[in-house]
C-alpha cells in the first residue's frame, strides 16, 4: 500500500478579508451526480461568489483597460467558460467556515509584525532599541508608512485600556540620533562600508531626520542616475521616486494607452558592484529583505493613495496527501521524500515536461482545453498511482495535460500569488504608470512565500517558452495572458460580487498584470539595491553595537582591550596588503590565491583564474555549477553575478570574506 492512501485532515492558516461576519460555503458546480464526496477538502473561500456570465459583459473603456477591445478579450471569456465546464465535473464537499470582522487595528498590528516591528507595541514596547537600527536606516516614505500604522495601533490599543504603551515613531527616531550623537567615532567601529562619495550628499529622497552616519549606505538620487524611461533605478526608493515625479511632474505619466503587446522594454542598467537576485543572500539577510519589501510596497501605495489591506487570518481544513487541492508546502514536504532538495511541486514538473513533449508549436496550446470528464478521470488516476509510479503518462493528450495544469494552479487550498498579497497584485493595475507597476510586483514577487514564488517562477518560464513560439502556435504574450490571468486571478476573487461591468474592468486590469509577469519576470526577480543597502547598514549598525557589548564584557573581565583589538584588526588584515584580496576556493584543487584588484577585474575573472588551474572543470563554469560569494562584512552572506566588479565590491565592503563555492539548491 502507498504510504499516500492514509488522510486526515491538517489545519493551516489563511486569510479572509475583513467585512461583516459571513459564512464561507460553497461548491464548485451543479452536477452532483458526477460528485466526488469521498474527496473533502478546504477549496480556499475566496472563490465562492462568482458572477455568472451568459454572454460578454457591455464594453466600456476604463484607464486600466484602454488597450483591451472585445476582441481581444475573447480568450479570456472563453477560458472562463471552459473552467465553469471543468468546475461542473468536480463537484467537492467543503467546510463551512465563519469569518469574523477583524477588530480595529488589527489589520496595522498584522502588517507590524511581517515587518518585523512587533516590538514596537504590546509587552516589549518598553524597549524599542532591537527596531531602532531597522528604523534608522528607513527613508522617508518608509518611516512614514510605520509611523501611519503604529499611530493606528496605538489608538486602538489606548481605546482597549490597554495597560503598556506604544512609542511614538518619531520618539524612536529621536532616541536613534541621541544615542548616535553621544558615541564617540571609533576607528573600528566606524569602519566606511561605501566611498567617500556619498558622504555629502543630500537628497530630498532621504528623510532629514534620520541619521544613519556620514557615509551613508542609502544613495539618494545619484548624479548619473538612469534618465530612460525604460530604465528601471534600482538604486533609489521606489515610493521616493514616485513622491519626487508626482513633485517634478518631469516623468510622462505612462498609462495603459495602445497596444498592450507595445510594452516598453524596460531594462536593468549595470551596476559595478552586481545585480542581487532572489536566491543570491543569506536567508537572514532575506529576512531583512522581506521586512523592507513590506514597508517600500507600503510606502509606494500610500503615496500613489492606493489601498494596502492585507487578509485576515481565518482556519481552514485541507488535505495533507495527495496532488490536487493540497498546500503547496505540503506538497513539497511530500515531494522532498522522493527527491531531496526539490523546490517546485513533482506533479508541476511534470506536466510541464508532458506539454512539452508534444511539441510548444501545436496551434492554440493552452487556449484549448481537454475534455471535462476525461480531466476529471485523470485526476483520479493521478492521485492513485502517481507516487507510485505507475501512471501511464503516454495515454494523456497535450491539451489534457495543459488543462491538468491549469487545475492544478486553481484548486490549490491558497492561491498562487498568496493570500495575504492576492489584492495587491490586483491593485498593481490601478497604479499610474507602467515603471510603477513594475517596481510594485517587483516588491510583490519579493514577498511570496518561497514555495509560492518557485512554482510562480517555473510557471512563467514555460509560459515564456510558449510565446516563443508563437510564429507557431499562434499564442502572443496576450493571448497567453488572457487564458492564464483567470487561472491566477479570478477564481481567487475574495468572494466579492460585482457587476459585469466591474468584472469587465477587472478581467481587462488582471490580464494586463498577467501580461507584465511574463514579459518581465527576469526584471522581477532582481533584489532593488536601496534595499540590499539598507541591509547592509543595518549589518553594520548591528556589528558596531555587538563590538561596544564585547569589549565592555572584556573590560569587565580584566581582559587586555589593547591586545583583543591587535588581534581583531590583524584578523581582518591577514597579511593581505593593500588593493589585494585572498580569494578561497576549498573545494578546488587550488585552495586559495591572492587576487590583485584593478578596474577591470569581474567575478568571472576570479573564477576563471581558478577554474583554469582544474583538470577537466572547464564544464564546470560552464554549467555554473560554482560561484563566487561575499560573506561577512556588511552582508551575511551573496552570490555575485559574473559581471560584479571586484574593485567597486570592495569598497563597499572591505571587510568581506571572498569564496568560491558551489550554490545550495
Known amino acids: 500500500m502507498s504510504w499516500l492512501s492514509s488522510s486526515q485532515g491538517v489545519v493551516l492558516t489563511a486569510y479572509h478579508p475583513s467585512g461583516k461576519d459571513q459564512a464561507v460555503a460553497g461548491s464548485h458546480g451543479q452536477a452532483g451526480e458526477e460528485a466526488t464526496a469521498s474527496r473533502r477538502y478546504g477549496q480556499y473561500t475566496m472563490n465562492q461568489e462568482i458572477t455568472k456570465v451568459s454572454e460578454k459583459p457591455p464594453f466600456d473603456r476604463s484607464s486600466s483597460q484602454d488597450s483591451l477591445d472585445e476582441l481581444s478579450m475573447e480568450d479570456y471569456w472563453t477560458e472562463i467558460q471552459n473552467i465553469r465546464k471543468s468546475n461542473e465535473n468536480r463537484q467537492e464537499d467543503q467546510e463551512v467556515v465563519v469569518v469574523k470582522e477583524p477588530d480595529e487595528g488589527e489589520l496595522e498590528e498584522e502588517w507590524l509584525k511581517e515587518a518585523g516591528l512587533s516590538n514596537l507595541f504590546g509587552e516589549a514596547a518598553g524597549d524599542p532599541q532591537e527596531s531602532m537600527v531597522f528604523l534608522s536606516t528607513l527613508t522617508r516614505t518608509q518611516a512614514a508608512a510605520v509611523q501611519k500604522r503604529v499611530e493606528t495601533v496605538s489608538q486602538t490599543l489606548r481605546k482597549k485600556n490597554k495597560q503598556y504603551q506604544v512609542p511614538d515613531v518619531r520618539d524612536i527616531f529621536a532616541q536613534q540620533r541621541e544615542s548616535k550623537e553621544k558615541e564617540a567615532p571609533d576607528g573600528t567601529e566606524s569602519q566606511s562600508v561605501g566611498t567617500d562619495e556619498n558622504k555629502d550628499q543630500a537628497k530630498d529622497g532621504q528623510a532629514s531626520s534620520l541619521v544613519v552616519g556620514e557615509k551613508d549606505l542609502i544613495p539618494l538620487v545619484p548624479e548619473e542616475a538612469p534618465a530612460s524611461e525604460t530604465d528601471i ?130 496551434e492554440g496550446l493552452l487556449r484549448i482545453p481537454g475534455a471535462a470528464v476525461r480531466i476529471k478521470n485523470l485526476c483520479q488516476e493521478l492521485e492513485a498511482k502517481f507516487y507510485e509510479g505507475t501512471f501511464n503518462w503516454e495515454s494523456v493528450k497535450q491539451h489534457d495535460a495543459t488543462s491538468l495544469l491549469k487545475l492544478f494552479i486553481r484548486e490549490l487550498p491558497q492561491p498562487l500569488l498568496s493570500v495575504e498579497y492576492l489584492k495587491a497584485f490586483q491593485a498593481v493595475q490601478n497604479l499610474p504608470t507602467k515603471k510603477q507597476q513594475l517596481q510594485a510586483l517587483n516588491l510583490l514577487v519579493i514577498l511570496l512565500p518561497d514555495a509560492n514564488r518557485d512554482t510562480l517562477k517555473a510557471l512563467l518560464e514555460f509560459l515564456q517558452r510558449v510565446v516563443d513560439n508563437k510564429e507557431k502556435n499562434k499564442m502572443t504574450v496576450m493571448n497567453v495572458a488572457m487564458v492564464m490571468a483567470p487561472n491566477l486571478f479570478m477564481y481567487h476573487t475574495l468572494g466579492l460580487k460585482s457587476s459585469e461591468q466591474r468584472e469587465f474592468g477587472m478581467a481587462a486590469g488582471i490580464a494586463h498584470i498577467m501580461h507584465l509577469l511574463i514579459k518581465y519576470q527576469k526584471l522581477l526577480w532582481t533584489i532593488p539595491k536601496f534595499i540590499v543597502n539598507q541591509v547592509r547598514k543595518q549589518n553594520t549598525e548591528n556589528h558596531r553595537k555587538d563590538k561596544k557589548a564585547m569589549k565592555k564584557l572584556l573590560k569587565k573581565m580584566a581582559y587586555d582591550r589593547e591586545k583583543y583589538e591587535k588581534q581583531d584588526k590583524s584578523a581582518n588584515d591577514a597579511d593581505v596588503p593593500q588593493g589585494v584580496i585572498r580569494v578561497q576556493a576549498p573545494h578546488l584543487s587550488k585552495v586559495s590565491m591572492a587576487i590583485q584588484l584593478t578596474e577591470e577585474l569581474k567575478a568571472s575573472d576570479v573564477l576563471a583564474r581558478f577554474l583554469s588551474q582544474e583538470s577537466g572543470v572547464a564544464q564546470t563554469l560552464k554549467n555554473g555549477e560554482v560561484f563566487l560569494y561575499e560573506i561577512g562584512g556588511n552582508i551575511g552572506e551573496r552570490c555575485l553575478d559574473e559581471d560584479t566588479y571586484m574593485k567597486d565590491l570592495y569598497q563597499l565592503n572591505p571587510n568581506a570574506e571572498w569564496v568560491i563555492k558551489s550554490k545550495p539548491s
Request: hydrophobic share 35%; charged share 30%.
Open 233 to 362: 533605478n534600482l538604486e533609489v526608493s521606489f515610493a521616493e521616486q514616485a513622491v519626487n515625479q508626482k513633485e517634478s511632474a518631469k516623468e510622462k505619466t505612462l498609462r495603459s494607452k495602445g497596444d498592450d503587446a507595445l510594452l516598453p522594454s524596460f531594462r536593468l542598467p549595470k551596476d559595478k558592484t552586481g545585480t542581487t537576485r532572489i536566491g543570491d543572500l543569506a536567508p537572514q539577510d532575506m529576512k531583512k529583505v522581506c521586512h523592507l519589501a513590506l514597508i517600500e510596497l507600503t510606502a509606494l501605495y500610500d503615496v500613489l493613495g492606493i489601498e494596502l489591506k492585507q487578509q485576515k487570518a481565518v482556519k481552514i481544513k485541507t488535505k495533507d496527501s495527495g496532488l490536487f487541492c493540497v498546500p503547496l508546502t505540503v506538497l513539497l514536504e511530500q515531494d522532498q521524500k522522493k527527491v531531496p532538495g526539490t523546490r517546485i511541486p513533482l506533479i508541476f514538473q511534470k506536466l510541464i515536461s508532458r506539454i512539452e513533449e508534444g511539441g510548444l508549436e501545436t
